[in-house]
Structures are given as structure tokens and as C-alpha cells.
């Protein structure tokens, strides 16, 4: 069960998939050994489940998993005070910034990741490095796999028997405590685009490249390459629809707040993707429990729009500018939609049709 293995984060063995964002990606050994620290710190648990497929594209069921393994946690005596959905933790860098701040404070020092998938489970524990690489580069982490819960979690807890380490958790929580979508407006949200928009020049982020040196797994070298050649497909597609962005922009590279500020960019498009729901939360919207849908505002060029009705759990991508000095946040119309093209698509004309540019 020993072995290198080098993978990409939140694509660990049967995540890999073409619509999830880029991670980035670490390499560990594979081992039997539970972290050092397993019974008497905290944990974080960032689990993933099959998506539905139906109408739309939803996020799975999660809550009987969680159940599950929750309770065997607190038997095995590890403390998980976070479950985190992976495509939550993904929806974008700010979010990512977002739970990892969260992890650092309340002290988290394990990270464990828990894969649902058709063809069986895995289970990964290793110490949480404290940054959005969530592993250390080389570092040990436990690797179990299993064709059913059950048996996945009885071997975890034979493991963790084996290890024999002083139990100090004690104050474990009776029920899995499953995070939402964070804030990741940095300022005031604004519903609207700013006018002087006219006359200033909009970064437009690429998608990024996976750094692909100094990884020796074939199948994950693989995996990295076939990523990119989607990665550069998918630049290809956001260049040709910002062309019709009726205004001065620029496509660039992912920079620091700093770097902005050097390169004199004021704005900057930025996206986030998860559930629309999520998504909603991570944008200040107000969701309500009763609501089972979205409206979102479609443009029709020139100056006229339609409706679309999205499922709050549907997976949505949606795109919103940022002001980098006041970092405010505007968002525009509740445009969001199901691919990444279409919501862009959806925010440059709204956008359009807002400041009275006819095209």
C-alpha cells in the first residue's frame, strides 16, 4: 500500500473530471499510517460526491454519507468540526482563500478528503499544510480505498486502532457541521456595473495552466496534460467571446492584488462556480429556504431580455467585477447559468444593455 503517487487536489484518483477548475497539485506517499495528531486535534473533511445528471446538472446527496462517517469518526475519535463540499471549495480563488482563512483559525491541523464515486470509495488523511496546497509536497498521507462505505470506514478504523494514540477528543460534535457557501465579497456588493467601465480597461483573468514539472506519476503526468489541452481550448473560447465586450479590456495572466495595482488594472472579471444557491451565498444574496429555483436575466441584443429558471441546486457559473482598490464588488443582474460560455455570455450583455451600448 506504500508507493509515490502525485496527484491534483480535489482530483484525487476518480475526481478528475473536464468542468472542474484547476487544482493545484501535490505529491505524497501513499501509507497506512493515520496522521500523528489524528486523535487529538482537528480535522477538516472536504468531501465528493457523483454529480445528477437530469435536466440539470445538480450537486449529488450528500447528507447520508456524511451521516455515516461522521459517526464512525467520533467512535475512531477524530474530531471533524468542518465538512466541506469540494466544488465549494473550488467555486473560485477568492473561496478558496475564504476556507482555508477559516481552517487557520479554528486551528485545523488534519485534512482528510472523502470520495464517493460509482465505482467505490477513497479516503485520504494527511496534515493540513495551512494554505490553499492543503498537503505538503512529499509529505506522508493515509490511502485507503474500498468498494463500500462499510468497508472503507472499517478499515480506516482498523488503522486507527493499530496506531493505539491518546484519545483527546473529546468535545466532538454529535452531528456533521457542513459548511456553506462563505462570503467572498471583500467590500460592498453592488447590483449594478460601474459606468466608468466606459473608459477604463477590464482584466480579464485566463484560465491557468497546471505546472506539470516534477511530477514522475505517469497516469497523473497524463491526467495534468490532457487538463491543459482543455485549459488552452477553453482561453481559445473566452478570447472569442470578449470580443464582443463593448469596451477597452485585457486578457492577462492570474496576478496578485499588488500586481494589479502595479499594472494599473481598476477592475477586474473574475467567476465563481458551485451550486446556484452557493453561489448566491458567496455573493451576499439573499436565499430563502422556500425557494427551489432561480430567475436568471438572459439578454436578448439589443435592449430587450428573457427569463430562465435554474434549480438552486444546479451547478452555475457566474461572473461579477470587482474593483480592486475599494475591492466592492459588482455583480449586475442574477445572470448566472449553466456553462461558463453562456454566463459570460449573459453578464457582457447585460452589461451592455446597462450602460445603453447598442451593438
Known sequence: MRGYITVL?????????????IYNYVSFKKTLDVPEQLSSERSAVIFSVPEIREDFVKVGKHEKLLNQVHKAFITMGIDAIFYLHDINYTASN???????????????????FITESDSGYELLMAPFSGDSR????????????????????????????????????????????????LSIVENTLLKNYPGILRRSKLAVERFSLLDSTNISDVEALANVKEYNREVLAKNRELEEIMKSYPYDYELIDHMSDDDLKR???????????????????????????????FVSIIPIMPDQTRVKTIPRDAI??????????????????????????????????????ELNVKN
Open 9 to 21: 487536489l480535489c482530483m484525487l484518483g476518480l475526481w478528475l473530471h473536464s468542468q472542474t477548475p
Open 94 to 112: 477568492s473561496a478558496k482563500q475564504a476556507y482555508i482563512e477559516l481552517f487557520n483559525q479554528r486551528r485545523v491541523k488534519n485534512i482528510i
Open 134 to 181: 492543503l498537503i505538503k509536497d512529499e509529505n506522508e498521507a493515509f490511502f485507503l480505498t474500498a468498494n463500500d462505505l462499510y468497508g472503507l470506514l472499517l478499515g480506516v478504523g482498523k488503522e486507527v486502532r493499530r496506531a493505539d494514540q491518546e484519545k483527546n477528543n473529546f468535545l466532538i460534535p454529535e452531528r456533521p457541521n457542513v459548511l456553506s457557501g
Open 263 to 293: 499594472n494599473r488594472y481598476q477592475f477586474l472579471l473574475r467567476s465563481v462556480r458551485a451550486s446556484a444557491s452557493i453561489v448566491k451565498q458567496m455573493l451576499d444574496y439573499e436565499v430563502l429556504p422556500s425557494e427551489t429555483g
Open 316 to 353: 452555475v457559473s457566474k461572473f461579477y467585477v470587482r474593483q480592486n482598490i475599494s475591492k466592492n464588488v459588482h455583480v449586475g443582474e442574477w445572470d448566472a447559468d449553466v456553462t461558463w460560455q453562456e454566463a459570460l455570455t449573459n453578464m457582457i450583455g447585460n452589461l451592455s444593455q
